[in-house]
């Protein structure tokens, strides 16, 4: 079957690094999406990896390794604001997105 | 990016009633739209895919029959909840794609069903 695992929670400290895992089991693969959610709130993307190897977009970045099935979000000088879930969804043969159950991150000060 | 629009963003009905949900995409042709159900603190769970001018595709255990979908024009789906209860009560989030099944997709802001 199709599956998505990501951690249920994640606590960080505000100015530091943290690292949100992902793992997949899809019918095929069409890439690797990330998501933030803020609570009461749609999810906005944030990232796609398709190929092999770390993308970076300010201060965060995404990470894919096909052959493991595997994925992560870094997040750099984390704020206060990037208190939210991050969701992680791959793209099966069809394009049709499976998603994570997120995982909810919280940022102390 | 593209810009999704979902009206409304609150609702509250009474049980027994009907409610429509629309979502637009207003800056480009979306051929397929897609409908999710978010409980509190769980994922989002696609209800179906509504495809402009045919029949929308259900996921298994969605009924049909009581979340009525129209994709009448390549900018605009319709979700009705019809004979709305108290279980019904959820976050719908539609979300579509600019493009080709490998780009990324927007969302609407989310519609808050209070059903009393």
């Known amino acids: 079957g199709q599956n998505i695992d990501q951690p249920t929670e994640m606590t960080a400290t505000e100015g530091a690094i943290v690292q949100i895992n992902c793992t997949y089991q899809?019918?095929?693969?069409?890439?690797l999406f990330w998501y933030q959610q803020h609570a009461g709130e749609a999810p906005t993307f944030l990232s796609y990896n398709v190929l092999d190897g770390l993308e970076e977009k300010g201060r965060f970045s995404s990470f894919l390794s096909r052959s493991k099935g595997y994925s992560y979000l870094l997040l750099k000088e984390l704020q206060m604001k990037d208190s939210a879930s991050y969701l992680c969804?791959?793209?099966?043969?069809?394009?049709?997105?499976?998603w994570g159950a997120g995982t909810k991150l919280i940022i102390k000060p | 990016g593209a810009v999704v629009s979902q009206h409304p963003s609150r609702v509250i009905c009474k049980s027994g009633t009907s409610v429509k949900i629309e979502c637009r995409s207003l800056?480009?042709?979306?051929?397929?739209m897609f409908w999710y159900r978010q409980f509190p603190k769980q994922s989002l769970m696609l209800m179906a895919t509504s495809n402009e001018g045919s029949k929308a595709t259900y996921e298994q255990g969605v009924e049909k029959d009581k979340f009525l979908i129209n994709h009448a024009s390549l900018t605009l789906s319709t979700l009705t909840v019809t004979s709305a209860h108290p279980e019904d009560s959820s976050f719908y989030i539609c979300s579509a794609r600019d493009g080709g099944g490998h780009t990324e997709a927007f969302f609407g802001q989310g519609t808050r069903l209070t059903v009393v």
């Open positions: 899809t019918s095929g693969f069409n890439g």
């Open positions: 800056d480009f042709q979306a051929t397929t």
């Open positions: 969804a791959a793209a099966d043969s069809n394009y049709q997105l499976i």
